[in-house]
């Protein structure tokens, strides 16, 4: 049974309408956004612990402090709506992220970099939220809010700032549990603690078109949009996400040793990192506990399991040469034929917990034919590399969002995970990463059908 959170518990509030929408709206989910990265931000304990840096191939945590203010004042500044930055020096310190490739390319790219004292950090977010709201409250809002709008800029700094909360909760899950303070209210979900039978089901084919219409009235980032028209074939796909149960015997079974499972890229990477087991299982006795956001607790068996690429493939060839990740097509079509729009509204995304829940816990509205978390709980690696949809066309105020990673370097994932909110938790959005990242990610495996069934 799900537990029920009424005390201090973050939710996200509702994606603004691009017609129907007003100042308070937009000042609302403004301040939503702010309020779940600082919430965040603040579990952190002691100032020196902003300065850690958790993943190797990402930067200090002080970084995306101040990260995403910057980049509400350089877009807002862009479109005319601020006249002059806060803090020169920060707006361009904090002002571009990393993906590196390797440690060594992190370390050489900021080599010289003087991190400023945290609490001007803080004081600078103090200012930037302050000259945010007074652009909402004091600008006169002309509907509807299109992609020319000066308003554009603030939607795309109020969704990249949601983008950032998912980001940072990764960082923060790799800090030791005793430097961090769990905000009162933020529970996990339950786990019931058996395996469920994940049967393969059969997806009838279809025609789906891919990208989000230009005239759609929720904000959409640049590699949203586009056209792509493609005709699925039917196919078989696992009805839940890979549970913790299934992988663990996996792991059991040697297949983090047996090079069979692994390319030559994937084996080297196991080999150089010494990789034996997915990166939130702690080994405990003679299995695992789980590292949750911000403690670690036991392992909880159905939920599904958070594994890069590379992993997640390794799986899929353990089970067989016929056994592989979905495309997006497939992932698109199978999310028209296990769901009705108007009625499947419960999923694990907007932080209904800080954790996975257990596949199956949120059925689709077809639960004869259709998967489970196709949205939610977590992201879902694809076979597909990025890719842009053809039409598209990068958008002038951040050129730089998705067109550089279109280089068949970064693998696909759509459908969101539980810290999945704002627009990003629309089915439209196109996720990616390398493919040795981590992210609150998982999934399913499929397989071709054979003649005409």
């Known amino acids: 049974m799900a537990l029920v959170l009424t005390i201090n518990k973050l939710t996200s509030t509702q994606v603004p309408t691009l017609n129907d929408c007003s100042s308070q709206n937009l000042l609302n989910y403004f301040e939503n956004s702010w309020e779940l990265e600082e919430t965040l931000m603040k579990s952190l304990v002691e100032k020196e612990t902003f300065y850690f840096n958790p993943d190797p191939l990402r930067n200090r945590i002080i970084f995306y402090l101040g990260h995403s203010a910057v980049f509400f004042i350089n877009k807002l500044i862009g479109v005319g709506l601020i006249k002059a930055g806060i803090n020169s020096q920060y707006e361009t310190l904090f002002e571009v992220g990393v993906d590196p490739q390797t440690p060594t390319e992190l370390d050489a790219a900021m080599q010289g970099v003087s991190w400023p004292d945290v609490e001007k950090v803080w004081q600078y977010r103090d200012k930037a939220r302050e000259a945010i709201a007074k652009v909402i409250q004091n600008t006169p809002l002309d509907l509807p809010i299109h992609q020319q709008h000066p308003f554009w800029a603030l939607l795309m700094g109020i969704e990249h700032s949601r983008i950032h909360f998912e980001t940072s909760s990764m960082l923060v899950r790799q800090l030791p549990t005793d430097r961090l303070k769990r905000p009162q209210g933020w529970n996990y979900a339950p786990s019931k603690g058996k395996i469920p039978n994940n049967e393969m089901r059969r997806v009838p084919s279809g025609v789906v078109k891919l990208g989000k219409p230009k005239d759609d009235l929720t904000y959409g980032w640049d590699s949203e949009y586009g056209d792509r028209t493609v005709e699925v074939k039917p196919f078989l796909a696992s009805q839940y996400l890979i549970t913790n149960g299934e992988y663990l015997k996996f792991v059991q079974a040697g297949g983090y040793n047996n090079p069979d499972y692994w390319n030559a890229e994937s084996w080297d990477w196991k080999q150089l990192y010494n990789v034996q087991h997915p990166k939130f299982w702690i080994p405990f006795q003679d299995g695992y506990r789980y ?60 932080l209904q917990f800080i954790s996975p829940s257990p596949v199956g816990m949120f059925k689709p509205a077809n639960t004869a034919s259709g998967l489970y978390d196709l949205r939610g709980n977590l992201w879902e690696w694809l076979g597909d590399t990025f890719n842009a949809l053809p039409g598209f066309q990068p958008h002038p105020l951040y050129e730089d969002q998705a067109a550089p990673f279109f280089d068949g370097k970064h693998q696909m994932m759509l459908g969101g995970s539980w810290a999945t909110n704002g627009s990003m938790a629309l089915p439209t959005y196109r996720n990616w990463f390398r493919p040795y990242f981590y992210q609150h990610a998982g999934f399913r495996i499929a397989q071709d059908l054979k003649g005409d069934c």
Not at 301 to 306: G, H, K, N
Not at 332 to 346: F, I, M, R, V
């Open 291 to 350: 590292r949750a956001t911000f403690d670690e607790i036991d392992l909880p068996l159905d939920w599904p399991v958070e594994v890069n690429y590379y992993e997640a493939i390794a799986f899929c060839r353990s089970q067989g040469s016929e056994i592989r990740l979905m495309t997006e097509a497939e992932w698109n079509q199978a999310l028209l034929t296990s769901e009705d729009k108007h009625l499947s509204t419960k999923y694990n995304l907007n």
